[in-house]
Every structure is written in C-alpha cells, then in structure tokens.
C-alpha cells in the first residue's frame, strides 16, 4: 500500500476546484430568489422602483414589454403603430421588430405575463453563464472563487437589475446575446466565432446602442475576421437605418435634461450636482437652461478623464496585458455597450445590466497581479454604480438615495467607462499577444 495522501490547505483547495463550477450556484441561485419573491410579492419599493399599473391579466406591469405585444396586436389587426403603447407614450420604432416576430407567432397582449417571465428566466441563465465562466477562469483557490461568486451575486441583484425584470425589459435577450456574443467570438474555433458574429448582429439589430461590443475587436495585431464581418453589418444597418435610430433616440427623450434618478450619461453628474436635494428626475432650472452647455461639459469630462488615464497607461512601467482573451473581450466589450447611450444622452439605468460582463471580467483580473488595481477599479466603479441605481421613488420606509450617494455612483460609472476606453486606446498604440 503507498504512503496516504497527506492534507493541506493547498491540497484541499485543489480538490474542491474539481467541483468550482457548484460555485456559479451562488449568484444564479441569488438572483432567481430575488426575481421569485418580487414576481410573486411585488414589493418593488424595497429596491426603489416604482411599479407601473399592469395593463393584462399580470399582476406585474412588464410595462416595458407590453408596449411591444400591444404593437402585435395591432400588426395582426393591421391599425396605426403609433398610440399601440398602453401607456401611451409616443411611439418606439424599435418595438416594430420584435412586435412582428411576435405577430408571426400569433403572441401579443395576451402572453405579456409568460413572455415577462420568460425574460427574467433569460436572464437568471445569463448570468449563469457569466458564473461559470468566473468559475472555469479562477485559478487561486475555491475560497477565493466563493468570494468572487459572492461580489458577481451581489451585482446581479441591484435596483437596476430589479427595474429590468418589472419592466419586462427586451435587454434580457440583448444582454444575453452580447455576453455569449463575446465568449463565442473569443474561441480559437472559426465556427464558433462565426456564431458569436450572428449573435452580436442580433443584439444591434435589437437595440442600436450595443453596437460598442466590437470594440475589442478593432485592434493591432492578428485580425477577428468574423468580429470585423459583424461589426461590417452594423455599419451598414446603421447606415440604412439612421433616420429611425435619430427617431429613437428623440422620442426615448435622451436628448432632455435629466438628473441621476434612474438614470445615467455624461451630463448627469453635472446636472445632479447642481440640482437641489432631495433629487428628482428634473434638473433645476439653471440646468435646463445651460444643458446644451452642460452636455458638452460632459463630453469634455469623459475625454479629458481617458486621456489622463491613457497616458497613465502608456507611461506607466505596469504590464497591463488583459489576458486570456475572453477576459479582455467581455471587460471592453460590456463597457463598450455602456458608453454608446452614456455620451449620447440619458438613458434609463437598468442598461447598466451590461456592467454584468465587466465585473466577472474584473472579478477574473485580480488574479493578475500587475492588472490588480485596474480590476479593483473596474469593481468598485460598478459597484457603486449599480447600487446607487434605480432611486425611483421613496419607498414605503422612506428611503431615497441622497445627492451624494448618485454622484459617487456616477464617478463610478464614469472611471469604468474611461478606463475602459483607456485600455482600448492602448491596445491601439501597442502590438500584444495574449493567450487564447
């Protein structure tokens, strides 16, 4: 008989990573509790999201939603688009798609509630996916990986998550095919990069503003050619399609003054700062006089903050290679996404979803030691972002973010969305070569 197997701590941690993928449990396990209790007790207000009237037979609004299968209803019924939305707001050219899609399969109103939950299921299985895929990247230790799992957890159930699954939000599928979009394109094989080219053509053909998910891909060095074939649709999707997108973004009301409450761009830190507490979606009168003034404001922020961040970068003596590859795709591509609708005005925070894929791409960096402060930075940024989210209303306790707490989360949001351009920017300026 041989010796027996002497036991460490190392050694422990060792045979427990043969099972590391149980890990990817916690955060998906997390967020099917929370979407469970809030579908069946609707106590939205403990996140701070103010629910909409339901317009069917669901006991939630999936507000968001209903636009869309209302438009299918009156596809099939062959009435005007504009005023198909319950709640009458103007008219969305982007729910034609999916509305037709649905009319095709003879779904509309009556399905709201079975589509509202198909979404959170969508979104329950993404972010398993992202769990497995921290879990399949961790290197240093099951206990270090149960505490990533626990951060990544904690992301996935913020308000801004919350808001999405009560507006039964169509980002699910985006955000879905985004994240699968950026692995697949990550792979050694051409089929499945070709797949993950279909797939991230599919999330802007969804929704114009993920076209930043090709940013990865525009770079020095050896060619993505089915990620440079996908980003050669959406330039022509854009081009064709400019006079709708420019209808979008006007009648989304991106391009008015807006505060920090629910949502986010690159006037908003401005424009929450100088508006009076307690904060609410309007900004104070000064503001909305000077906010064409205060929007440039906020583009002359984001550059003059990335390019300091990118001289640090080139500088500095730090290797800040982002490696493996699925890494770096998933950290530039979901802040990629983000930055679209950040400079091109307001946009409703439960986008802020798209920080998913940043922060398991942070959560996999601080492994590294040279990139470590980088990906604490990433974290923190996201953090603070997605907690101080979706401040819609006070709820039933009273609670309300004050000023403070949605500036420190819009610094945040701007130190992820800059650094990330940052590290972009110089992997233009220097040929590396990372393992795949």
């Known amino acids: 008989m041989g010796r027996p197997r002497r036991y460490s701590w190392r050694t422990y941690s060792e045979d427990m990573l043969s099972s590391r993928y149980l890990t990817a449990l916690i955060p998906t396990g997390s967020i099917a509790l929370v979407a469970t209790w809030q579908l069946s007790s609707h106590s939205w207000s403990a996140f701070g999201v103010e629910p909409m009237q339901s317009m069917t037979d669901a006991q939630t609004s999936f507000a968001d939603l209903a636009n869309i299968t209302f438009t299918a209803d009156c596809l099939r019924e062959g009435t005007p688009l504009e005023g198909c939305d319950p709640y009458g707001r103007s008219f969305q050219p982007y729910v034609v798609m999916p509305a037709r899609i649905l009319a095709w399969l003879h779904l509309g109103s009556a399905s709201t509630n079975m589509l509202g939950l198909a979404l959170t299921v969508v979104f ?54 985004v994240t699968s979009s950026l692995l697949l394109l990550s792979s050694s094989n051409v089929g499945a990069r070709c797949a993950g080219a279909v797939l991230g053509n599919i999330a802007v053909l969804s929704k114009f503003f993920p076209v930043g998910l090709w940013a990865p891909f525009i770079r020095r060095g050896k060619p993505n050619w089915p990620a440079l074939a996908g980003l050669l649709v959406t330039v022509l999707f854009t081009v064709f399609t400019w006079a709708t997108l420019t209808q979008s973004t006007s009648t989304a009301r991106a391009d008015l003054p807006a505060t920090s409450k629910s949502q986010f761009g690159s006037a908003n830190l401005v424009a929450t700062a100088l508006t009076p507490s307690p904060v609410g979606y309007t900004p104070s009168d000064w ?33 800040m290679e982002i490696s493996p590859q699925g890494t770096r795709n998933l950290l530039l591509g979901g802040a990629g996404v983000i930055v679209v609708p950040y400079l091109l005005g307001s946009s409703h925070d439960y986008r802020e979803m798209f920080l998913l894929p940043v922060v398991a791409a942070g959560l996999v960096m601080v492994q590294q030691g040279p ?24 709820t039933d306790s009273g609670f309300l973010w004050p000023k403070a707490a949605m500036i420190i989360g819009d610094v945040g949001l701007l130190a992820v969305l800059t650094l990330a351009t940052a590290l972009w920017l110089n992997g233009l300026q220097r040929h590396t070569t990372e393992s795949r």
Request: hydrophobic residues 55%.
């Open 371 to 394: 990139s470590r402060p980088v990906a604490i930075t990433f974290l923190a940024g996201c953090f603070a972002t997605l907690v101080t989210g979706s401040a819609m209303v006070p």
């Open 287 to 319: 503001v909305i006089d000077h906010w064409q003034w205060i929007r440039l404001m906020g583009w002359v922020t984001y550059i003059l903050v990335t390019l300091l961040m990118w001289l640090y970068l080139r500088y500095s003596a730090t290797n």
């Open 124 to 177: 329950v299985f993404t972010v398993a996916l992202l769990g497995i895929w921290i879990a399949h990247q961790w290197k240093v230790g099951v206990l270090g990986l149960t505490g990533a799992q626990v951060i990544f957890a904690g992301c996935c159930v913020t308000p801004p998550m919350v808001l999405a699954i009560e507006r039964g939000q169509l980002e699910f599928v985006t955000l879905a095919c």
